[in-house]
């Protein structure tokens, strides 16, 4: 009999992962996607994976489930769940471990729900199934874990469909998802990619209280080095399929060995200084106020801000303040219902579909969810090249010229124009969705967290590439996002909203300048720093005010 207490949840050993590419005009053939991979994962503990986008960590983090996507193959090694090697299992023995013994939170939320099922018949699904726990047991234990990821109206909100909550409640009801049928081990492929930073900080705390008081093992996927600090007790970099560094998260974030991930640890500074305002608004929006029909309150309230050509308006706040739905009013899918938005000088008509072919194309936008903003039976190239036909009449020769020169500039390079999103990683579907914007040449574009998906060198390029490209044509960005390092980085103003209100507006040096508003003070606070004990710090000061309060 195995010894539960020394035992491995998870043990890889020499872990090789294959899969064939059908390059055009040529055979078939087969390519390694991960090569020589170890590692184990006892009891508690959590191990990162960490690495540039394409480079495994979700590949790797489903085959602890013995599954591989999109025609991956496992070719090599072992992979043993509690000294169990899945790999020998049937089909029926993989069913039973997947929802039960192992549980998986997906990097995109919004993609993994059924929109037609309620929240909560979709939480307790696979604890129903695998006889884990009754109905009722199943809803009384989805409600504690809605309750302790700070989700609101704890009691009620399984009654929603998935399109009633925000993007960051979709991703930690998921977590709640996986965390219902009380598994040996937990899969977590970035979950707090769509969070805020204050709600970030909430997620974070209860995934280790739930590996604290459960003893659940967990993989912690993420392209964010202070991110995983703040979870994990070692950290396995990866880079092209292959290990760079493993280690304790101490050693990892305090003296990295490899060149690579101290460049990881060094990144994200100041790519830009602050321009000041010189001319006349490209984008004016005057006393905007909007909802939805679904929802009897206004989710938009009095939102004036201006953005000059060639400048760039970060929009930050906690998820569900109303960012996006200040992109989707500028857009015109959400017509507003009071105020004015104008464009060069002139109102634009409020629905999108009143709007002129030039105006839709001066106007583009980049949507948060790249995995739902793509056409899963298009090509790469044909979701590029569409625009480029569209507003421009490329065909032929001269489309596909300008497609690879696009897949150039987001640093992706020939070969991708024939492969469709499913076989894509994060990183790279969202670059494909930055490709489509530019193609258009359009003189504002709307970044809906175009960063969040990419780790942080491949941000680093993008965000680059954005400013000169801000440099060369003029362009301007509407940045909305709740990463701060990325506000620091390249805002020139910066609008702060709460709860579809605008609490603090201004150049960034004033903005990010004391003295705060509370909100304001509590965002900046919430930013996670690569540091140990960084978490427990600001949990710790929290019950602090809470106390004196």
């Not at 604890?127 to 234990?141: F, M, P, Q």
């Amino acid at each position: 009999m195995l010894d539960q207490t020394t035992t491995p949840v998870l043990s890889v050993k020499n872990l090789k992962i294959q899969a064939t590419s059908y390059p055009p005009g040529e055979k078939p053939k087969d390519i390694t996607i991960v090569e020589d991979v170890s590692f184990t994962v006892q009891r508690g503990k959590v191990l990162g994976l960490i690495g540039e986008s394409g480079a495994g960590k979700s590949t790797i983090g489903l085959t602890s489930m013995a599954f591989g996507r999109g025609g991956v193959r496992i070719t090599g090694g072992e992979i043993l769940v509690n000294g169990r090697d899945i790999l020998k299992d049937s089909q029926s023995q993989l069913r039973s471990l997947r929802g039960q013994d192992v549980t998986y939170v997906s990097q995109s939320a919004a993609a993994s729900f059924n929109p037609s099922k309620r929240l909560m018949d979709q939480v307790i699904e696979a604890t129903l199934r695998h006889g884990i726990l009754s109905k009722n047991e199943a809803k009384t234990r989805a409600i504690e874990l809605f309750r302790k990821l700070g989700l609101p109206s704890p009691e009620t909100i399984g009654d929603r469909y998935p399109h009633q909550v925000s993007g960051g409640q979709l991703q930690r009801v998921m977590t709640a998802m996986a965390l219902c049928p009380k598994p040996s081990l937990v899969v977590f492929d970035e979950p707090t990619t769509a969070l805020d930073v204050t709600t970030q900080i909430d997620v974070l705390k209860a995934i280790k209280e739930a590996i604290r008081e459960t003893g659940v093992a967990a993989l912690y996927i993420t392209h964010d080095l202070a991110v995983v600090a703040q979870v994990s007790d070692d950290i396995m970099v990866l880079r092209h399929g292959k290990m760079v560094e493993y280690g304790a998260t101490s050693q990892i974030i305090t003296a990295p060995a490899q060149a690579y991930t101290q460049d990881l640890v060094n990144i994200r500074s100041e790519l830009h200084s602050e321009k000041q305002e010189n001319g006349t608004p490209i984008l004016k929006i005057e006393n905007v106020t909007a909802r939805y029909k679904s929802v009897p309150i206004n989710v938009l309230k009095d939102i004036s801000v201006t953005l000059e050509a060639g400048h760039t308006l970060a929009v930050v706040g906690e998820s569900g303040s109303g960012k996006s739905t200040l992109a989707r009013a500028i857009t015109g899918l959400l017509p507003p219902i009071a105020g004015q938005i104008s464009f060069n000088d002139q109102p634009l008509p409020p629905a999108m579909q009143d709007r002129s072919k030039d105006e839709l194309r001066d106007l583009q936008m980049i949507f948060q969810m790249a995995d739902v903003a793509m056409n899963p039976r298009q090509t790469v190239g044909q979701i590029i090249g569409r625009p480029l036909t569209f507003y421009f009449g490329l065909r032929g020769s001269a489309r596909k010229a300008r497609i690879r020169e696009l897949l150039d500039q987001i640093e992706m390079g020939r070969g991708f124009e024939d492969r469709y999103p499913a076989e894509l990683s994060g990183g790279q579907k969202q670059r494909v969705c930055i490709a489509r914007a530019l193609a258009a040449k359009p003189k504002l574009i709307i970044c809906d967290e175009v960063t969040s998906a990419l780790d942080p060198l491949v941000a680093d390029g993008i965000l680059r590439l954005l400013l000169d490209l801000q440099a060369q044509e003029n362009v301007a960005y509407l940045f909305i996002t709740h990463d701060l390092a990325t506000v620091r980085a390249i805002a020139d103003k910066i609008a702060v909203m709460h709860k579809g209100k605008i609490v603090r507006y201004g150049p960034k040096s004033q903005v990010l300048t004391p003295p705060f508003d509370d909100y304001t003070d509590l965002l900046l606070s919430s930013v996670p720093e690569m540091r140990l004990g960084w978490l427990e710090e600001v949990i710790a000061n929290a019950k602090m005010q809470a106390a004196g309060n």
